[in-house]
T-cell receptor, first 116, second 113 residues
Framework: EAGVAQSPRYKIIEKRQSVAFWCNPISGHATLYWYQQILGQGPKLLIQFQNNGVVDDSQLPKDRFSAERLKGVDSTLKIQPAKLEDSAVYLC??????????????FGPGTRLTVT | AQSVTQLGSHVSVSEGALVLLRCNYSSSVPPYLFWYVQYPNQGLQLLLKYTSAATLVKGINGFEAEFKKSETSFHLTKPSAHMSDAAEYFCAVNRAGFQKLVFGTGTRLLVSP
């Protein structure tokens, strides 16, 4: 079974530029998550999709971050304009919805963003 | 709201020694608890999970964890450390039946020869 795919793996941009990350979840997984992991910290949930609908985006900085999952499969996360403090690893995860399940999340390798 | 606290940002052990990584949780409802491992430049991999069945949970790579409700703890152990265990370990909690995971700040395990 193929895992969660993410691209690019690394990205370096200057502040005020824009950047986009792509994620393809495990086939059949209805729920997709984007996390931000700042160096030395645990991942923080930015946004959660179930199919193509947003379940939770309470910690997404909506003035600069946006995400979409138009067909309920792959997803893109965009930052425009980027700030220095956006330097982090952006992790995508997916889970299989099942009633009463633990909603185990499977993570992709992440995209390391450096904003200079 | 759920939260987890991982005591010790770094833990150093010798190869062959006992590994003990501490995690305490806070939850007003029965929690599901997870331990994830992250190797350099990789995503997170699930080691084990507690979902209200057996309180002693066995995971991959020889790791196990025990859910202790009275101590609100879910510490991760391994009897004998291996060099390949050197990585960052994260404890996480979610509310039973809900999907949102809340992670601790992580513990970096260092294994010396």
């Amino acid at each position: 079974e193929a895992g969660v795919a993410q691209s690019p793996r690394y990205k370096i941009i200057e502040k005020r530029q824009s950047v986009a990350f792509w994620c393809n979840p495990i086939s059949g997984h209805a729920t997709l998550y984007w996390y931000q992991q700042i160096l030395g910290q645990g991942p923080k949930l930015l946004i959660q999709f179930q199919n193509n609908g947003v379940v939770d985006d309470s910690q997404l900085p909506k003035d600069r971050f946006s995400a979409e999952r138009l067909k309920g499969v792959d997803s893109t996360l965009k930052i425009q304009p980027a700030k220095l403090e956006d330097s982090a690893v952006y992790l995508c995860a997916s889970s299989l919805d099942s009633a009463g399940g633990s909603h185990e999340q499977y993570f992709g390798p992440g995209t390391r963003l450096t904003v200079t | 709201a759920q939260s987890v606290t991982q005591l010790g940002s770094h833990v150093s052990v010798s190869e062959g020694a006992l590994v003990l990584l501490r995690c305490n949780y806070s939850s007003s409802v029965p929690p599901y608890l997870f331990w994830y491992v992250q190797y350099p430049n990789q995503g997170l991999q699930l080691l084990l999970k507690y979902t209200s069945a057996a309180t002693l949970v066995k995971g991959i790579n020889g790791f196990e964890a025990e859910f202790k409700k009275s101590e609100t703890s879910f510490h991760l152990t391994k009897p004998s450390a291996h060099m390949s265990d050197a990585a960052e370990y994260f404890c996480a909690v979610n509310r039973a039946g809900f999907q949102k995971l809340v992670f601790g700040t992580g513990t970096r395990l260092l294994v010396s020869p």
